[in-house]
């Protein structure tokens, strides 16, 4: 199967960030070439006139199966947060959680989201909903001490078999999900960590959320917890850190050195009050990888990457009182390049360049929101105008997944 | 001509912000009633199962025209941003202003605004694009002092005939916009306000935006800007501040005191990083009203209310590390009820009561990103999971101005 994407504007996020009014031809699941073609050299051709073509997103952290978790915990205090959030987890049959990870991924490719790093537990249903949208899950089991755990089992022998089942899948990558140092002794994270090494894959982890965790840690550990996570020799390359807001410079270069990338989430840091707002400006100057994550849907409450750039971009600004940092094109990196770095995928994802996997975006940028929409800001409106339901079509994997608002789930 | 929205979950906002299963006659322009109806009771039928129904919101302040100047001034510092955007305005001719008058108030419409409180030069030309839109529009032209306009003419005389023109319409309300005090002498306060008594409107003016702002004033004049508008004797029940961020707790209980509404403007304070939160948390507590307004579309980009709301409580919630605070019945209070108070206009908008203008909207809940919505979540939804692409129907005065998508300009 080969596809002509005609005429657009192509957001290309190569390495010279180029900007070109051109077709994209896909052949099988690549991008065959960037650059002018007839019609006739594709089998099927999607008018792009007007259109804005990029890089499908990669939402760097979340927990998709909580989709239908939406709005059952806002407006009340970190504890209560948790505690509503963990009441409603504990009841749920792996049916709920089917069910959530399909609402989750549906409303992932309608939105122009191709790729997302999950953290659960049920990682199974989430693999079967993610193999039934036709979208890419890198999915983390989530990993913690077996007395603190509401998984049936243990943990890591449940990681285990799942990362077995699941390795070497077209669209889903498993890999480990060490939940947090708050319910992670030194003994979980050291297995998590030999889990990963031996079936070759990475850990996943919620770091330094909250102040309170970072001083509970300290209170308990009398180190920090980047500080001790690098002392018991756990950080790693190719691990992804999701949040990192309460971490000292010097844990912000530990990271960076240790090759771990970071999944900020600024809308659930913001919703939550966390407080503080994540160094990732500094990270990025020291050298490290951020992308952007959503979180989930109990602290969003929604999965739609081009609001969660604009909210990246504002908070940044506000945070510095500079309107200059943070530019439309630094978080369209993260949403793209750097999420596809943080993967190990930088090869294969996050650009629309020969050779890459065909996970492409149109955007429908005739939409009265997005007028005017030139070559010139065409970045600026994916950031600051844009909104997920923009969307025209999504492919992943060469595959249409969603167009002009209707799935092919389960084709 | 009668129609019933039937059957939806329907978040009133009246004064015990009821959300009832229920159905809303609208007779001619206005509410008949709020309960169970018979579908032959009405010419025309909405049906509203699983949708929800809400007042119309109230985008209290912006430049509705500079749509047409989306992304033309992003990521740049402040005085980059007004260089840009004054050059760009500068050039603009009344069939400009009108295109993007049309842009504005079709964007409006189809995201759930049915009324908007403007502020800018040229507001014949977007009283013309409101009538043809069929929008309700608040429409503040802009005075200050004759040596540094571009207007032709002088600003207050080419207000006072834009008054007289429009006074007394069914959708545009004329209003006097003295720009800001680093713009307007005294004397151009005095008489911006000396027009508004005589033609019996109210002022509309920029406030304490940004703390360079604030101090250039206290330098000229030995007082900051609310206090140097008090001790003029300019400030006016009825009257609206945008932005009012560099203020002293002691000019907030000023402006309350004063009974001048604050039209609150979070995505444009923090796309332009002015440093600071409005205290508009400690100005609804000493008893004042606050709206919400998108700013103009080159410092928002968008004129999505929803994202609006969204921005609003993420970022109050952030500054005061509290999530509790700015709640999503609060800042949906804002965008409806406190928007309409703004305007002296509480008895007529803001809410879906018997005898209120039918300014209502409907959003269709069952699409991906709102499932699930229930009576319960249905606020919180509004803020934290909708877009204005969910929109469904817009209705202005009893009439249908936007349905599934469509317009119904000029009908």
């Given at each position: 199967?080969?596809?002509?994407?005609?005429g657009?504007?192509?957001?290309?996020?190569d390495?010279e960030?180029?900007v070109l009014?051109?077709?994209?031809?896909?052949?099988?699941?690549r991008?065959?070439?960037?650059g002018?073609?007839?019609?006739?050299?594709?089998?099927?051709?999607?008018?792009?006139?007007g259109?804005?073509v990029?890089?499908?997103?990669i939402?760097l952290h979340?927990?998709?199966?909580?989709?239908?978790?939406?709005?059952i915990?806002?407006?009340?205090?970190?504890?209560?947060?948790?505690?509503?959030?963990?009441?409603?987890?504990?009841?749920?049959?792996?049916?709920d959680?089917?069910?959530g990870?399909?609402?989750?991924?549906?409303?992932?490719?309608?939105?122009?989201?191709?790729?997302?790093?999950?953290?659960?537990?049920?990682?199974?249903?989430?693999?079967k909903?993610?193999?039934?949208?036709?979208?890419?899950?890198?999915?983390?089991?989530?990993?913690?001490?077996?007395d603190?755990?509401?998984?049936?089992?243990?943990?890591?022998?449940?990681?285990?078999?799942?990362?077995?089942?699941?390795k070497g899948?077209?669209?889903?990558?498993?890999?480990?999900?060490?939940?947090?140092?708050?319910?992670?002794?030194e003994?979980?994270m050291?297995?998590?960590?030999?889990?990963?090494?031996?079936?070759k894959?990475?850990?996943?982890?919620?770091?330094?959320?909250t102040?309170g965790?970072?001083?509970?840690?300290?209170?308990?550990?009398?180190?920090?917890?980047v500080?001790?996570?690098?002392?018991?020799?756990?950080?790693?390359?190719?691990?992804?850190?999701?949040?990192?807001?309460?971490?000292?410079?010097?844990e912000?270069?530990?990271?960076?050195?240790?090759?771990?990338?970071?999944?900020?989430c600024?809308?659930?840091?913001?919703?939550?009050?966390?407080?503080?707002?994540?160094?990732v400006i500094?990270?990025?100057?020291?050298?490290?990888?951020?992308?952007?994550?959503?979180?989930?849907?109990?602290?969003?409450?929604?999965?739609?990457?081009?609001t969660?750039?604009?909210?990246?971009a504002?908070?940044?600004?506000?945070?510095?009182w500079?309107?200059?940092?943070?530019?439309a094109?630094?978080?369209?990196?993260m949403?793209?390049?750097?999420?596809?770095k943080?993967?190990g995928?930088?090869k294969?994802?996050?650009?629309i360049?020969e050779?890459?996997?065909?996970?492409?975006?149109?955007?429908?940028?005739?939409?009265?929101?997005?007028i005017?929409?030139t070559?010139?800001n065409?970045v600026?409106?994916?950031?600051?105008?844009?909104?997920?339901?923009?969307?025209f079509?999504?492919?992943?994997?060469?595959?249409i997944?969603?167009?002009?608002g209707?799935?092919?789930?389960?084709?």
């Amino acid at each position: 199967m080969s596809v002509l994407i005609k005429g657009g504007i192509v957001v290309t996020q190569d390495s010279e960030r180029r900007v070109l009014v051109t077709d994209v031809l896909i052949e099988k699941n690549r991008i065959k070439s960037v650059g002018k073609h007839k019609a006739s050299e594709a089998e099927q051709v999607i008018d792009a006139k007007g259109k804005i073509v990029m890089p499908g997103m990669i939402n760097l952290h979340g927990h998709v199966s909580m989709a239908t978790m939406r709005g059952i915990a806002d407006d009340v205090t970190f504890d209560q947060f948790l505690e509503k959030t963990f009441a409603a987890d504990a009841k749920r049959t792996n049916d709920d959680l089917l069910e959530g990870a399909r609402l989750g991924c549906m409303e992932s490719l309608l939105t122009g989201t191709t790729s997302f790093l999950d953290l659960y537990y049920g990682e199974d249903q989430v693999a079967k909903a993610v193999e039934e949208a036709g979208i890419r899950g890198f999915l983390s089991w989530a990993v913690l001490d077996d007395d603190k755990t509401t998984q049936k089992g243990s943990p890591i022998k449940n990681a285990a078999k799942f990362i077995d089942k699941w390795k070497g899948h077209k669209l889903v990558t498993p890999a480990v999900g060490p939940q947090g140092v708050y319910v992670c002794s030194e003994e979980t994270m050291h297995k998590a960590r030999e889990l990963a090494d031996r079936k070759k894959t990475f850990c996943h982890y919620h770091l330094s959320e909250t102040r309170g965790e970072v001083y509970r840690h300290l209170s308990a550990t009398g180190k920090r917890p980047v500080d001790w996570l690098a002392d018991i020799g756990f950080l790693h390359e190719g691990d992804v850190a999701a949040h990192v807001v309460w971490v000292t410079k010097q844990e912000a270069a530990k990271l960076v050195d240790s090759k771990v990338s970071v999944a900020h989430c600024p809308t659930s840091n913001l919703k939550l009050a966390v407080g503080g707002t994540s160094p990732v400006i500094d990270i990025r100057e020291y050298g490290g990888t951020v992308g952007l994550g959503t979180d989930g849907c109990s602290s969003n409450n929604s999965l739609d990457m081009f609001t969660e750039m604009k909210i990246c971009a504002l908070i940044h600004k506000h945070s510095r009182w500079d309107p200059t940092v943070m530019s439309a094109q630094h978080v369209l990196d993260m949403a793209t390049v750097e999420g596809a770095k943080a993967l190990g995928m930088e090869k294969k994802l996050g650009s629309i360049e020969e050779g890459k996997l065909a996970d492409i975006v149109v955007v429908d940028s005739n939409r009265i929101g997005m007028i005017p929409t030139t070559k010139k800001n065409a970045v600026s409106n994916l950031v600051y105008s844009c909104s997920g339901q923009f969307v025209f079509c999504t492919m992943v994997d060469g595959k249409i997944v969603a167009y002009d608002g209707q799935l092919a789930c389960g084709a």
